[in-house]
Nanobody, 114 residues
Framework: QVQLVESGGGLVQPGGSLRLSCAAS????????MAWYRQAPGKQRELVAR???????YYADSVKGRFTISRDNAKNTVALEMVSLKPEDTAVYHC????????WGQGTQVTVSS
């Protein structure tokens, strides 16, 4: 069973940057496309970025040009580099496969506020 641990969130001012990291246990990690999801209060969880095992990427329109997803298959990690953050990016961010077949981790809170 793959376990996911997210880190790197925090409080940042609008226009600021953060780098989120996700560490995954389990050798099956490299077989899956991985993604970052976020869930804001009162809203449904949404996929914001995805990366295939070969490195092809997809971004939601709301984050395109500001977020960059990457993965290190040797280290079983996935990262999300976020720049030009906006208040509407405030949410709990989770990583998981796409589709989300692994158990959800605790996530990491990102708050964008002045």
């Amino acid at each position: 069973q793959v376990q996911l641990v997210e880190s790197g969130g925090g409080l940042v001012q609008p226009g600021g940057s953060l780098r989120l990291s996700c560490a995954a246990s389990g050798r099956t990690f490299i077989l899956n496309a991985m993604a970052w999801y976020r869930q804001a209060p009162g809203k449904q969880r949404e996929l914001v970025a995805r990366i295939t095992r070969g490195g092809s990427t997809y971004y939601a329109d709301s984050v395109k040009g500001r977020f960059t997803i990457s993965r290190d298959n040797a280290k079983n990690t996935v990262a999300l580099e976020m720049v030009s953050l906006k208040p509407e990016d405030t949410a709990v961010y989770h990583c998981n496969a796409d589709p989300a077949v692994f158990s959800w981790g605790q996530g990491t809170q990102v708050t964008v506020s002045s």
